[in-house]
């Protein structure tokens, strides 16, 4: 019996070793990008999706193509707040609220170049603009309600082309023992720091790392036509994901809908709504793919919100106005996502829709 304990006891210590090291490692050692390296991957996140307080540097490149030639490194730089959100500092009380997906996030763009602070460069300093994406409109709802932040002037919300917004869900105040750890790790900066080590600890990245390595896993991107160096999104990996737009004409309703709920929701909070759309790299560059003439999807969209009375901003046209004069690219060749260009044109733009539309009307 001892000495069954004991080759227990040989084989359990090296395994707990390797799970406080890879604890103790920093985040990005076995990834390819910042946001797998600050990605919460266990049931530690306590509903925040980066690590909090933390700055990455590292040489990034896209998912599209990572560990293959066409592979294209890039420096990045991110910063998170206290409760993990992309921010360069956490704001209690917001003018401006943006919520959104990886584009909001500015997945694939360096700290400076991220919608946020583009935004306030044109906007102003006085501006306050504070990020919450990635995610659906009900968080927005939840970090409100919950009293986290204070009620904003103006919400944007974003939505990339290929996916259906999902319907909202009000924020229900329960007390439970999972929104008391929640507000423990959201408070408390020793507690919070703890839960980074344990996500660290136990997400298995460097087994995964290496798994990945002996079976020459890398980006699964579709190359466009030949001589173009571009690479678009695989939608058959995610044929199973239910907000996959499918169906033009129903998941043209189903959006407008939903995004009519959002604008409702706000005006019967006194803030101002903006949707702001992001097109699919496909749909812009589609004589790359190739396409025989662009999808209009977002075209239809466009028409159909501001029917509603939607304030909304028409990117893919601005791409289109630019890209008829302009050679330099809006889209990463190696990943789904906006470059800093691309990032530059869309603040330039809502800055100017929000003054246009005095959405921040100052007094």
Known sequence: MNKFIFKIII????????????GFLPSFTFTYRPWEALDFQTKFDFERTFYPNKKVQMEAVGQLCHHTPHAIVKEETWKTDKLGNRNDTFIQNPDVLIIGDSFMAGCCVTQDSTITNLLKSELGDETKIYNIAPGEFSRADYYLSSGIIEKPDLIVYSKSERYVPKSLEEYKDSRSLKTDLKKLFENNSTFSGISVFLDKALRHYSKNWLQARLTNQNGDGVPGVEGSGMFFF??????DDPNLVRNTDTDLERTKNNIVSYKEYCDANGIDFLFLPMPNKATVYYEYVPFKEQPDYLFKLDSMLRAEGITT???????????ESNDKLLYHLDDTHWNSTGVY????????TIENSRLLARE
């Open 313 to 323: 901003v028409n990117t893919l046209k601005l791409y289109n106005d630019y890209r």
């Open 11 to 22: 084989f359990v210590i090296p395994v707990l070793g390797l799970y406080v090291v890879e």
């Open 345 to 352: 044109l869309v603040s330039k733009e809502l800055a100017g």
């Open 234 to 239: 695989n939608t058959a990996a995610q044929e």
